[in-house]
Structures are given as C-alpha cells and as structure tokens.
C-alpha cells in the first residue's frame, strides 16, 4: 500500500476524484468483514467442524459413534451442516433459574 500526501485537501476534490479515490482506498485494504457473495460454507470437514465447535478431533469422532452430534457420512468421510451443527447448539442450551421461576410461575 503507498502513501502518498495529497496535492490538495480532500474537500477541493470532484465528485469523481473523490470516488476514484474511495476506490482506490478500497481496493489496498482487505476486507473487514466476511463478504456477502462468500457465505461460510455448509458442508465442514471434520477438522472445520472441530475449529467451529472448539473441540478435539477426537471428540467429535467419539461423539459421532456414539450417535451424539449430527453427522453425515459420504465415500467413508465424516461431514457436518453448518445449520445442523447450530440447531443441535441451540437444543443443548439451559435456561437459568430465573427464567425456570418465570415459566413455573407462567404455568409452562
């Protein structure tokens, strides 16, 4: 990326100068953020699958034969959704005390 000092204060620019000037800013930075037309992918790998969960290897493998997590086996390798591995998350989670008072008291 260079620097260069500006000729000019940025407000004498023209519309157009200012624009080719954004673009050029945007094309020397990486993006910040995930971009749109590349969403996370679906189908993981073991090993992504352990990275997204933050565990072992190994567990997952122990889980899977012990029928624990969602799986899917293809050509004798092991694959996870994505969207599975977030709803069976989702199914794991405790409610805390206070929110247990609320239902009973609810009547739920």
Do not use: C
Not at 27 to 32: C, F, Q, V, W
Not at 54 to 61: D, G, I, T
Not at 87 to 95: A, D, M, P, V, Y
């Amino acid at each position: 990326m260079k620097t260069t000092k500006p000729e000019r204060p940025l407000y004498s620019l023209t519309v157009g100068e200012f624009i080719d000037l954004q673009r050029s800013i945007r094309n020397d930075l990486p993006p910040l953020l995930p971009n749109e037309a590349n969403p996370p992918k679906e189908l993981l790998t073991i090993h992504e699958a352990a990275d997204f969960l933050n565990l072992s290897v190994h567990s997952l493998y122990t889980m899977n034969s012990r029928r624990r997590i969602p799986f899917l086996k293809m050509s004798g390798k092991v694959y996870y959704r994505r969207s599975a591995l977030m709803t069976w998350l989702e199914s794991g989670e405790r409610k805390t005390i206070a929110q247990l008072r609320q239902d009973s008291e609810r009547g739920i």
